[in-house]
């Protein structure tokens, strides 16, 4: 992947507001499965033309999303201690990082955790127990191992930051060379131990 070409074409998303008028769900991404092909903004924009404002708005945030992880998970791999998980249908695993697997999510800091950027970082595992419990009920809805990347903007924007595919780069890279199992987060939610970790990318 052309990662600097990437974040070129997500950043063209920025100028469209970012709302999604109503919630995920499977039926929704059924009609908006061309994202996976779709690579350049233009394109998508040409594709969703027809759609009403709802629809266009799903799709592009979805489009959105899927490329910067996309990209996130085209980081991680390129590191000789992470393994890329070659069954594209598993949703419980993306890639393993010195043979421990993990599902990556990237999240913007959220508003309902009711708590400081300070506190999360100063409370990484409340933050990660609050993710777990609030997460989305479609698709990838599960307990399994997880790296989160949470996405922090002083101005609130903090979807925006999906779009710095190089500065998410750096902080991966940092992330993975250091890594070491002893700095991972364990939970147990009833089938054995958990492991999850959380990469800042912040904006102060």
Request: charged content about 25%; aromatic content about 16%.
């Amino acid at each position: 992947m052309d990662l600097k070409r990437t974040e070129q074409e997500l950043r063209k998303r920025l100028s469209y507001p970012y709302r999604w008028g109503r919630q995920q769900s499977d039926s929704w991404d059924k009609k908006t499965n061309f994202i996976y092909k779709t690579y350049s903004f233009e394109t998508l924009l040409n594709k969703i033309n027809n759609f009403d404002q709802t629809l266009r708005n799903y799709a592009m945030n979805r489009w959105y999303n899927f490329w910067s992880a996309m990209a996130v998970e085209n980081i991680f791999t390129s590191h000789n201690n992470v393994s890329p998980n070659i069954n594209s249908y598993d949703k419980l695993v993306d890639f393993s990082v010195n043979e421990i697997p993990f599902d990556h999510k990237t999240s913007v800091f959220p508003r309902g955790f009711n708590k400081s950027i300070q506190y999360a970082v100063d409370n990484k595992k409340k933050l990660i127990q609050w993710l777990y419990d609030n997460q989305s009920q479609q698709g990838r809805k599960h307990f399994g191992n997880r790296l989160f990347i949470i996405l922090y903007d002083k101005d609130n924007n903090h979807w925006k930051m999906k779009c710095e595919i190089m500065l998410l780069k750096s902080e991966i890279d940092k992330y993975v060379r250091d890594f070491s199992k002893n700095n991972l987060c364990t939970f147990d939610f009833g089938k054995g131990t958990v492991y999850a970790d959380i990469i800042w990318l912040i904006n102060k």
